[in-house]
């Protein structure tokens, strides 16, 4: 008879899981807590089953009400889960101006891994709390709390430190997800941050990892801190006889043509004019940093396709001046004239002949 019931139950309650499944994915379009919940229902359901019908069998209700705490955990967590990508799916990162959008999800996804390690640590000391020797040794635990939280702190300090800092960083805006950054001389994105360490996207498809402190107590560069538009420069040394002007021109024509410009800064001056050549810089603006960075690129391509092309004398040169006299030199008898830079003395005259010989 208890199996019966046992087996009645539980396919009621997988069926109302079923029935709210349906019901919570038409309007979250999310399936994570379709299996946690198919198994708390099964367990739960098994668990009142035995209560109606007590069999004497502690070990089997001891391992069930295990069961039920972490099947419980899994499923309190798979609903902190839907929510917080319910949440996230609304607030859009995929628009031009997205810097607030990415402090949100910056904040929300830190502090749902936050909650996700709080409900591990209670679903671990509940299920330690169901054995009788655990509730025993928990008065001595209190008793000796300050001298295991001392001894805790300072072997974990680092730990702690990083758990702290990853806190910081979610609430003070310094660092969110999807920003361009410059950290150990390396330029990429922010893919992921934790409670301890921060993932950075590399340009060449590397990732750095580095612990959520670095970014508390190192400088780095934030290129997305305020807005995504940047700009850069492009320098070209040239020969004194480039025509700046037709060339200022000349790429203000190619950046108008271009998707890449944003048309908000278009400069070209000569910076330099030392040692034979001039330094041309070019200062372009486009919207994100790997559009500023092709955007480079084209630039100096076209610019020095053009020098080539229309004005090759403007190309870098290095001039020389044929000398049409070779200096004669001098007679052999005049040679010893500059030897009296000991002075007249006899001493100096000594020293003179150490020196430059004797006079013939």
């Known amino acids: 008879m208890l199996f019966v019931v046992m087996g009645c139950s539980i396919?009621?309650?997988?069926?109302?899981?079923?029935?709210?499944?349906?019901?919570?994915?038409?309007?979250?379009?999310?399936?994570?807590?379709?299996?946690?919940?198919?198994?708390?229902?099964?367990?739960?359901?098994?668990?009142?089953?035995?209560?109606?019908?007590?069999?004497?069998?502690p070990v089997v209700?001891?391992?069930?009400?295990?069961?039920?705490?972490?099947?419980?955990?899994?499923?309190?967590?798979?609903?902190?889960?839907?929510?917080?990508?319910?949440?996230?799916?609304?607030?859009?990162?995929?628009?031009?101006?997205?810097?607030?959008?990415?402090?949100?999800?910056?904040?929300?996804?830190?502090?749902?891994?936050?909650v996700l390690v709080v409900i591990g640590v209670l679903a671990i000391g509940a299920i330690l709390m169901t054995f009788p020797g655990a509730r025993a040794?928990?008065?001595?635990?209190?008793?000796?709390?300050?001298?295991?939280?001392?001894?805790?702190?300072?072997?974990?300090?680092?730990?702690?430190?990083?758990?702290?800092?990853g806190l910081q960083i979610a609430f003070s805006d310094a660092v969110?997800?999807?920003?361009?950054?410059?950290?150990?001389?390396?330029?990429?994105?922010?893919?992921?941050?934790?409670?301890?360490?921060?993932?950075?996207?590399?340009?060449d498809d590397r990732r750095l990892v580095l612990p959520t402190s670095y970014f508390l107590k190192t400088p780095f560069q934030n290129w997305t801190r305020t807005q995504s538009a940047l700009l850069g420069t492009v320098e070209l040394d040239l020969d004194w006889t480039v025509p700046v002007e037709a060339m200022r021109q000349e790429m203000r024509s190619m950046l108008q043509a271009s998707d890449l410009w944003d048309g908000r800064v278009s400069v070209l001056q000569v910076t330099e004019a030392t040692n034979g050549f001039v330094r041309?810089?070019?200062?372009?603006?486009?919207a994100d940093a790997g559009k500023l960075w092709d955007l480079r690129c084209l630039t100096r391509e076209h610019l020095v396709d053009w020098v080539r092309r229309q004005h090759s004398d403007a190309l870098p040169q290095i001039r020389t001046r044929a000398v049409t006299g070779v200096r004669k030199a001098q007679p052999a008898s005049d040679q010893h004239t500059d030897a009296r830079v000991f002075g007249e003395s006899a001493d100096g005259t000594l020293r003179e002949q150490a020196f430059a010989g004797p006079k013939q």
């Open 11 to 57: 396919a009621f309650a997988l069926l109302v899981v079923e029935v709210v499944h349906r019901l919570v994915r038409r309007f979250t379009h999310s399936g994570r807590m379709y299996r946690p919940a198919q198994l708390f229902g099964a367990l739960l359901a098994a668990q009142i089953s035995l209560s109606v019908y007590p069999v004497d069998a």
């Open 137 to 165: 040794v928990g008065s001595t635990v209190l008793a000796s709390a300050a001298v295991i939280g001392a001894v805790a702190a300072f072997s974990a300090q680092s730990l702690l430190g990083n758990l702290i800092s």
């Open 280 to 286: 041309v810089r070019a200062l372009v603006s486009a």
């Open 61 to 114: 209700l001891h391992a069930l009400g295990i069961a039920l705490i972490l099947a419980g955990s899994w499923l309190l967590a798979a609903l902190i889960s839907t929510l917080v990508d319910v949440s996230l799916a609304r607030i859009r990162t995929d628009v031009r101006d997205n810097r607030h959008a990415r402090r949100v999800h910056t904040q929300i996804t830190l502090v749902r891994r936050l």
């Open 176 to 203: 969110r997800l999807d920003d361009v950054v410059v950290v150990e001389g390396e330029w990429g994105r922010v893919e992921d941050i934790t409670l301890t360490y921060v993932v950075l996207h590399l340009w």
